[in-house]
């Protein structure tokens, strides 16, 4: 069985900084393109960052200089410090898995991002 848990989310201040965290189970990880979404109210999901199975990695422009996305293959992880954290960042942010071998993707339950004062 397939899991993708996120942690790490929260209320922070205009400017702050959050680290997502979120940790894999049931896939050959290191396989695996991993992304990290986010969903605001009355909004669609869009991809906020993304990182192949070889490393290299991709922002939204509206993250870019702010965000950055890792992984440990050897903890199975994959992360997002979030820094200069703006009120136009709250949303729900998900975690997908993806491999070209595999039609099926996988998401996360989803974790909470408040920036507010």
């Known amino acids: 069985q397939v899991q993708l848990v996120e942690s790490g989310g929260g209320l922070v201040q205009p400017g702050g900084s959050l680290r997502l965290s979120c940790a894999a189970s049931?896939?050959?990880?290191?396989?695996?393109?991993m992304g990290w979404y986010r969903q605001a109210p009355g909004k669609q999901r869009e991809l906020v960052a993304g990182i192949t199975s070889s490393g290299d990695t991709n922002y939204a422009d509206s993250v870019k200089g702010r965000f950055a996305i890792s992984r440990d293959n050897t903890k199975n992880t994959v992360y997002l410090q979030m820094n200069s954290l703006k009120p136009e960042d709250t949303a729900v942010y998900y975690c997908?898995?993806?491999?070209?071998?595999?039609?099926?993707?996988?998401w996360g339950q989803g974790t909470q991002v408040t920036v507010s004062s």
């Open positions: 049931g896939i050959i990880f290191r396989l695996y393109a």
């Open positions: 997908n898995a993806a491999w070209p071998g595999n039609p099926a993707d996988y």
